[in-house]
């Protein structure tokens, strides 16, 4: 499965925005999607995933209560909606598929988008 993530932009803090995660190939409903985030000079850090049946999500915790990661397999999309964004936030962030749903292991996850820069200012 190929990846593209889209929507980032630059946003005053407080502000929302929605990512989006587009997938091409036939097969996006047997992957778990996760994304990723990674701000400059840091690692990869993992902030949400969703299971392939969109019935259970995971969240890392900065991110539980602002966050909601969402999908529809028959667009072969999935979503990362942002809100009460706060200047830590800013970061790369990447949509990825094929690790296990409950990982945050950013090298357990075998494909990736091309990531989407969102900058929160203060």
């Known amino acids: 499965v190929q990846l593209q993530a889209s929507g980032g932009g630059l946003v005053q803090s407080g502000g929302s925005l929605r990512l989006s995660c587009a997938a091409s190939g036939r097969t996006f409903n047997a992957y778990d999607v996760a994304w990723f985030r990674q701000a400059p000079g840091k690692e990869r850090n993992f902030v949400a995933t969703?299971?392939?049946?969109?019935?259970?999500?995971y969240y890392e915790d900065s991110v539980k209560g602002r966050f909601t990661i969402s999908r529809d397999n028959a667009k072969k999309m999935a979503y990362l909606q942002m809100s009460s964004l706060k200047p830590e936030d800013t970061a790369v962030y990447y949509c990825?598929?094929?690790?296990?749903?409950?990982?945050?292991?950013?090298?357990?996850?075998?494909?990736w988008g091309q990531g989407t820069l969102v900058t929160v200012s203060s």
């Open positions: 969703i299971r392939r049946d969109g019935l259970s999500t």
């Open positions: 990825a598929a094929g690790g296990n749903f409950l990982t945050k292991v950013a090298e357990e996850y075998n494909y």
